[in-house]
């Protein structure tokens, strides 16, 4: 029955359908193409369904191609987290598409029997060994650092660029092993090498001032900076280091040194104070400024000082020896004709070395030039440096004619023939320049004959003679003198060599008397052979 309800209703629809077509075609135009009428009932199973064929394509398709690319972004971000991008270079290697640990480990490797050759311009040469310095390298550190020089989030576009990747080590060495390589070799270098100079001022004699001499450099090695600069190169594992000018040990004072300069204008200031040194008003010397430069120091601090230590040096060595005119040798003539050379003695010049030092000092501070006086510790008659300085006035004895004369003024106003010092024995009497001293005495001024003890002692502590003068005239402190000899029978000749005194000058009693009523004491007197 079911069967037979269905068949009747699609005769009656398709009944429905022919007729409607039927009546659209008859009311189409002639010539106009009629298009079936789309029901959907023309399509078994849509009875009582609404078509879909102008609803919107369904989005699953672009999900699954967003999703597609997603799930490979992400795998390249997780790959380049660990492996180096595309076109990567490490000091000239190419090293795309390695893990970092790989590219590590490779470093690693060469790590193990690393050698640092260190040289510099002036010949110095050192290799660091590794094992030397226990030198070790951070391999997970190293390849962290490959890794952080990329950006994975960005490595679609990073792919298809050059990357140069700048290593980063991390290593370290033993501090004292190296240091103790480092200065046994700079130590053994500098030995031969030349020093640096700091820059500094000298007098020039050509233009007779002071003037800055320059700095030198030198090729010696600051052991320091050698350390500091290889412990960089090992630190980055550098094959090569040449030493960079830091490494050299530079002058400490350059020429355009402010200060420097201005102790050059103070110096130069201070030559202004040359002196004129006199003696009696008379010039004898002159404090140059070759003479002052000598005594002008800069010190550490660049101030200008006078060395006052070698003023007092040269007053009392060098300048006294060429004006002091006691012990010297003299030339002289006297009036009668007779030429002779006398040295030793105790009468002269002598200059106070250390009061000319001070007035030196103190006028060269001042920068002023003046006139000193030179002070004296001992004056003579006249200034006459090598000749005659006692004037015109003394006692001349001749020990090789063993005769004695007072000259005055140009004239012989008393002689006679001596007995001077045994010269057999050695008692010679003492050659020299000497003056008439305080210790003169006579019978007649002291009331009693003057006693002669000996110096010297018999063995039972005896003196080995006693005699008494009645003029004494002493002229080597109060143990050698002329006096008179009443012992004695003759005079002159040859009488000293075997016969004579013990160094005093005998006289016949009257001439001992008459000399005794002429001088006076300070009277110079000379003995010479």
């Not at 029901?39 to 078994?44: A, F, I």
């Not at 391999?139 to 576009?157: E, G, M, R, V």
């Not at 550490?300 to 007053?315: K, L």
């Not at 005699?467 to 004494?472: K, L, T």
Request: net charge negative; proline share 4%; with cysteine.
């Amino acid at each position: 029955m079911a069967r037979s309800v269905r068949h009747s209703a699609r005769r009656r629809i398709g009944a429905h359908l022919y007729t409607q077509r039927a009546a659209v075609q008859a009311s189409a135009p002639v010539g106009a193409h009629v298009y079936p009428v789309h029901s959907e009932l023309n399509s078994p199973g849509t009875f009582g369904k609404k078509s879909n064929r102008h609803r919107p394509r369904p989005l699953a398709p672009v999900l699954v191609i967003v999703a597609i690319l997603l799930a490979f972004y992400f795998l390249g971000f997780a790959v380049f987290n660990f492996v180096v991008y595309p076109r990567s270079v490490l000091n000239g290697d190419d090293i795309s598409l390695q893990p970092a640990s790989e590219v590590a480990s490779s470093v690693a490797t060469s790590v193990a029997n690393h050698v640092l050759s260190v040289s510099d311009s002036s010949g110095f040469s050192m290799e660091i060994k590794g094992s030397d310095v226990d030198l070790k390298f951070n391999d997970k550190a190293f390849a962290a650092s490959i890794i952080s020089q990329q950006n994975p989030w960005l490595w679609p576009i990073a792919v298809f660029s050059s990357h140069d990747i700048a290593p980063i080590y991390e290593s370290s060495f033993d501090e004292d092993s190296l240091k103790d390589e480092v200065d046994s070799a700079v130590d053994s270098y500098n030995q031969k090498a030349t020093q640096s100079t700091d820059a500094t001022m000298a007098y020039d004699n050509t233009s007779s001032t002071f003037a800055i001499v320059a700095e030198k450099q030198g090729t010696a090695l600051n052991s320091d900076v050698v350390e500091a600069q290889v412990s960089d190169a090992l630190q980055v594992f550098d094959s090569t280091l040449v030493l960079t000018d830091d490494a050299y040990i530079h002058p400490s004072v350059t020429s355009d040194d402010a200060n420097l300069q201005t102790a050059v204008s103070q110096a130069n200031a201070l030559l202004g104070a040359m002196q004129s040194l006199t003696v009696g008003g008379t010039q004898v010397a002159e404090v140059t400024k070759a003479q002052l430069a000598s005594w002008l120091t800069i010190n550490d601090d660049f101030s200008v000082s006078v060395d006052t230590d070698a003023i007092t040096a040269w007053a009392q060595g060098e300048f006294s020896s060429q004006l002091d005119s006691v012990s010297t040798t003299r030339n002289y003539t006297t009036p009668d004709g007779f030429s002779y050379t006398v040295s030793g003695g105790t009468y002269g010049w002598n200059i106070d070395g250390a009061s000319l030092a001070d007035s030196i000092s103190s006028a060269i501070e001042s920068g002023s030039a003046g006139t000193i006086e030179i002070p004296m510790k001992q004056t003579a008659s006249v200034w006459a440096p090598g000749a005659a300085d006692w004037g015109s006035r003394w006692i001349d004895i001749n020990l090789t004619t063993q005769h004695a004369k007072l000259y005055d003024n140009g004239s012989v106003t008393w002689e006679s023939d001596i007995v001077s010092g045994n010269s057999s024995k050695g008692y010679d009497t003492p050659t020299g320049v000497y003056s008439i001293d305080s210790y003169m005495t006579s019978t007649a001024s002291s009331g009693s004959r003057v006693k002669l003890i000996s110096p010297e002692v018999d063995a039972e502590g005896n003196p080995t003679y006693t005699s008494y003068v009645d003029y004494w005239i002493p002229f080597i402190g109060n143990l050698v003198a002329l006096h008179d000899a009443t012992w004695r029978s003759s005079f002159g000749g040859t009488i000293y060599q075997t016969n004579g005194s013990h160094g005093c000058v005998n006289l016949p009693a009257s001439a001992a008397a008459s000399l005794y009523s002429l001088v006076k004491v300070g009277d110079v007197v000379v003995v010479h052979d």
